[in-house]
């Protein structure tokens, strides 16, 4: 089973910027799409950005469009989510996932989970 760790999660006012990092560990060689969802309180998990790890295949939920960018480094089983012009409405747990199969913003298609990190955004 592929492990992911999370990390960059935090507290910024709205308008700021935040980067997050997944890294995965173990048989990373299964993994065909790697994706951030998150789950704000009181609210079901939804998907945010998911990128293929052997094309430049990327897809967006229509929320983050134009503001978050999601990136990979496969030299160091990591992908990037690159967060910009945050708003308040953006306040969630973020969630990276793993899958071994096509690209998918669905987070019932996704097996491998990390723990999550929290961003918050001030207005």
């Known amino acids: 089973q592929v492990q992911l760790a999370e990390s960059g999660g935090g507290s910024v006012q709205a308008g700021g910027s935040l980067t997050l990092a997944c890294a995965a560990s173990?048989?990373?060689?299964?993994?065909?799409?790697m994706g951030w969802f998150r789950q704000a309180p009181g609210k079901g998990r939804e998907g945010v950005a998911a990128?293929?790890?052997?094309?430049?295949?990327?897809a967006y939920a229509d929320s983050v469009k134009g503001r978050f960018t999601i990136s990979r480094d496969n030299t160091k089983n990591t992908v990037y989510l690159q967060m910009n012009s945050l708003k308040p409405e953006d306040t969630a747990m973020y969630y990276c996932?793993?899958?071994?199969?096509?690209?998918?913003?669905?987070?019932?298609?996704?097996?491998?989970w990390g723990q999550g990190t929290q961003v918050t955004v001030s207005s």
């Open positions: 996932a793993a899958r071994s199969r096509w690209c998918s913003l669905v987070p019932a298609d996704f097996g491998a």
């Open positions: 173990g048989p990373t060689y299964s993994v065909n799409c």
């Open positions: 990128a293929r790890t052997d094309i430049g295949y990327t």
